[in-house]
């Protein structure tokens, strides 16, 4: 069964950092895409952070420059480096993935894919 838990979100002030982490188990073939979205206030859950099954990542233009997704495959886990953080970033954030391998921008970036979420964990930038 394919778990994905969350950890890291709080609050900080606005120009700070925060790091997310997930664990994501269960899969017994190669790792799939996974991914970062989140939800702010106002606004739909939307893909901001994306890894492929190669280790290539893309970003959603709000974040691009500031965040950076990376995975520790000796600790299985999918972290989320947010740095320059503004009061637009404040909302929900969850880790999600693919159920099978996949390689390209297309397809880590086709949200609908992500089957698999964690319970998500809120990040608040003040200011």
């Not at 691009?64 to 954030?93: P, V, W």
């Amino acid at each position: 069964q394919v778990q994905v838990v969350e950890s890291g979100g709080g609050s900080v002030q606005s120009g700070g950092s925060l790091r997310l982490s997930c664990v994501v188990s269960g899969f017994t073939h190669r790792r799939p895409c996974m991914a970062w979205f989140r939800q702010t206030p106002g606004k739909e859950r939307e893909g901001i952070a994306f890894i492929d099954s190669d280790g290539h990542t893309a970003y959603t233009e709000a974040v691009e420059g500031r965040f950076t997704i990376t995975l520790d495959n000796a600790k299985n886990t999918l972290d989320l480096q947010m740095n320059s953080l503004t009061l637009e970033d404040t909302g929900m954030y969850y880790c999600a993935a693919q159920r099978h391998e996949c390689s390209g921008s297309f397809v880590m970036t086709y949200t609908i894919l992500y089957v698999y979420w964690g319970q998500g964990t809120q990040v608040t930038v003040a200011s």
